[in-house]
């Protein structure tokens, strides 16, 4: 068949915060990705290289995974009000799992089932890292204190809202898997943060 050729690209979860002040030290387009040695830095992709959710880059004591932010309001002033910033945060993870199970229960049903694979608690420690990473910057110390609203996608909203396949917005890729490359990322800010982090 057709699809037997393709692959399913990496789900996400999107962190969409509206925060009440501004956020000087992001640009536009923000890699951090985790360099600290070559064996963290083979885990921060577990989530492309094994569609697992036990894969090392979520597993890890200090959560090596890597991250996109886009920040908006660096080029569109009407992103936000004055004085205040709106950032979305992409963390690469697996797709949702298939379980059989569910393909019987009515849609609203299967979907909740769908949603425990991104458990509040798993959301929490990725938001943890997340804050504590981008802690290390000026003025984002506190980031954390100064989000007024929050908006959290996983793959289950994905598969929900829009009927994608496995949760994946990125949807199918072919077995070339070119677009795993990263010559875009010449236009990016790279960010490498190597401390430790602890999630609470």
Not at 154 to 170: H, M, S, V
Request: glycine residues 4%; hydrophobic residues 40%; proline residues 4%.
């Amino acid at each position: 068949m057709f699809y037997s050729k393709l692959y399913l690209l990496v789900g996400v979860i999107a962190f969409h915060w509206s925060i009440d002040m501004q956020c000087d030290s992001l640009n536009t387009h923000n890699v951090f990705l985790m360099g600290a040695d070559k064996a963290k830095a083979e885990e921060s992709w577990g989530a492309l290289r094994f569609n697992d959710p036990d894969a090392p880059c979520f597993q890890d004591n200090e959560f090596p995974f890597n991250f996109y932010v886009h920040r908006a309001s660096a080029v569109d002033s009407t992103a936000a009000p004055e004085g205040c910033d709106s950032i979305m945060v992409l963390v690469p993870c697996c797709t949702l799992k298939r379980d059989t199970s569910l393909s019987k229960l009515p849609r609203d049903e299967s979907i909740k089932g769908y949603e425990r694979q991104f458990g509040e608690a798993f959301i929490s420690r990725v938001r943890d890292v997340v804050f504590c990473r981008l802690g290390k910057l000026d003025g984002l110390e506190d980031l954390k204190e100064h989000i007024i609203d929050e908006i959290v996608d996983t793959p289950a909203t994905y598969a929900d809202y829009y009927n994608l396949a496995a949760g994946t917005p990125f949807a199918l890729v072919s077995s070339n898997h070119h677009l795993l490359r990263f010559d875009c990322l010449q236009y990016l800010r790279m960010i490498i943060v190597n401390q430790p982090t602890n999630s609470q």
